[in-house]
């Protein structure tokens, strides 16, 4: 007997609930009251005392790749937040300044994006809404290019030199 298109549509949608149920996430300690928009934040989440966490959020543990610790942490988060993609766009933009982030530009979207500089470290974070309540934001920390002496920078490139092929150099 065919199955219609509702009833595949729901046992579909019944699947991917099941499945995201399944991914492994860890508890954030919050740094804020469970709206984004209340109050100051206190302290940030223990791993990460260089970025503020709204109240709700839970760590996606399997898409987070975390390099370093203290304030000298490079990597990837995986954050599903509570508050709606918005929300935690306004939360982050009056919060990142406070833990000595310097805005380099944001832009507000489907799927925002936002970008900090922190000494020799830069921020990318992107928010977007989950399939059915809160938002994901994906928290990219890597190292500023022209920093130097920094714990990140990368080495200076070597001059690069050129000559015509087929000519030996030198005659």
Same mark, same amino acid.
């Given at each position: 007997?065919?199955? *219609?298109?509702?009833?595949?549509?729901?046992?579909?949608?019944?699947?991917?609930?099941? !499945?995201?149920?399944?991914?492994?996430?860890?508890?954030?300690?919050?740094?804020?009251?469970?709206? %984004?928009?209340?109050?100051?934040?206190?302290?940030? &989440?223990?791993?990460?005392?260089?970025?503020?966490?709204?109240?709700?959020?839970?760590?996606?543990?399997?898409?987070?790749?975390? !390099? /370093?610790? /203290?304030? *000298?942490?490079?990597?990837?988060?995986?954050?599903?937040?509570?508050?709606?993609?918005?929300?935690?766009?306004? &939360?982050?933009?009056?919060?990142?300044?406070?833990?000595?982030?310097?805005?380099?530009?944001?832009?507000?979207?489907?799927?925002?994006?936002?970008?900090?500089?922190?000494?020799?470290?830069?921020?990318?974070?992107?928010?977007?809404?989950?399939?059915?309540?809160?938002?994901?934001?994906? &928290?990219?920390?890597?190292?500023?290019?022209?920093?130097?002496?920094?714990?990140?920078?990368? %080495?200076?490139?070597?001059?690069?030199?050129?000559?015509? !092929?087929?000519?030996?150099? /030198?005659?």
């Amino acid at each position: 007997m065919p199955m *219609n298109n509702k009833a595949f549509s729901g046992a579909a949608s019944a699947a991917m609930l099941a !499945l995201a149920a399944c991914m492994p996430q860890a508890e954030l300690a919050s740094t804020t009251p469970e709206s %984004p928009s209340e109050a100051t934040v206190q302290t940030s &989440f223990g791993q990460f005392p260089d970025i503020p966490s709204p109240g709700g959020s839970k760590l996606v543990l399997d898409r987070t790749l975390v !390099l /370093g610790s /203290g304030d *000298n942490w490079v990597g990837q988060l995986v954050i599903n937040a509570s508050a709606g993609p918005f929300a935690l766009f306004d &939360f982050l933009k009056q919060k990142m300044p406070e833990f000595g982030w310097t805005e380099v530009t944001s832009v507000r979207a489907p799927i925002s994006v936002l970008t900090y500089q922190r000494q020799s470290r830069v921020a990318s974070i992107q928010i977007q809404a989950r399939t059915l309540t809160g938002s994901e934001m994906v &928290f990219t920390v890597s190292p500023s290019e022209g920093q130097s002496g920094a714990a990140f920078a990368s %080495p200076s490139p070597s001059p690069v030199r050129s000559a015509p !092929l087929g000519k030996a150099s /030198g005659r």
